[in-house]
């Protein structure tokens, strides 16, 4: 089966630092990947996807990159992080574009910029 | 006007009410339709797919209204464990803020 793992669960980060979050699926091949975030209160805001290797589509302009450097893997970074950029990060895979047979997603990170 | 717009409660109600959620959406050309519940500080996690003809699973169910550009999520006999808060997603990566539901005793 299908499993997708995030980590880490919870991270405390001070202002101007950098910011490395993995996530890793087990089980499928070429995944569509994604990264979500999920503002207090908020729903979720689509940072980037990828459908394959090295290939990432940005959602919206920020101090945020992804990269995917192997087909189960996707990861987020920041070379500086803002106050704003505390929240709840959520990988997600899907096995058709645009998630057209649903999401699933991993256990979150939740992410509190100081 | 946001691509997909839900109330956000909350919506308290009793055990063993009937509740329904809307959502809508501003792309008329959007295809797929999904309710997805999320519980508190947890991932979000697929609750069941809406399509064309409307759908139902136990005591839940999916409705499409495409003229009017909406979807709904009706809960027959609420019960306290289906307090959560309810997402819907347009077109696969469209999520809706949320609607949150809790059920008292």
């Known amino acids: 089966s299908q499993t997708i793992h995030q980590w880490p669960a919870t991270l405390v980060q001070p202002v101007g630092s950098p910011l490395s979050l993995e996530c890793t699926v087990e089980g499928t091949s070429n995944p569509n990947l994604y990264w979500y975030r999920q503002a207090a209160g908020r729903g979720l805001q689509l940072l980037f996807y990828?459908?394959?290797?090295?290939?990432i589509s940005s959602e919206v302009p920020q101090n945020l990159s992804a990269s995917r450097p192997q087909d189960r893997q996707f990861i987020l970074s920041s070379k500086k992080l803002l106050l704003s950029d505390s929240g709840f990060y959520l990988c997600a895979w899907s096995v058709n574009s645009q998630g057209e047979d649903g999401y699933t997603f991993g256990s979150g990170t939740r992410l509190t910029v100081v | 006007r946001k691509e997909v717009e839900q109330d956000p409660g909350p919506f308290n109600v009793p055990e063993g009410a009937t509740v329904a959620f809307n959502c809508t959406y501003s792309?008329?050309?959007?295809?797929?339709f999904f309710w997805y519940r999320q519980d508190c500080r947890k991932e979000p996690k697929l609750l069941m797919s809406v399509y064309s003809s409307g759908n139902e699973d136990g005591r839940f169910t999916a409705q499409l209204n495409r003229a009017s550009q909406y979807i709904s999520l009706l809960i027959r006999d609420s019960k306290l464990s289906d307090s959560a808060t309810y997402l819907c997603?347009?077109?696969?990566?469209?999520f809706g803020a949320g609607t949150r539901l809790t059920v008292k005793p």
């Open positions: 990828s459908v394959g290797i090295g290939q």
């Open positions: 792309n008329s050309a959007s295809q797929s």
């Open positions: 997603v347009v077109n696969g990566e469209r």
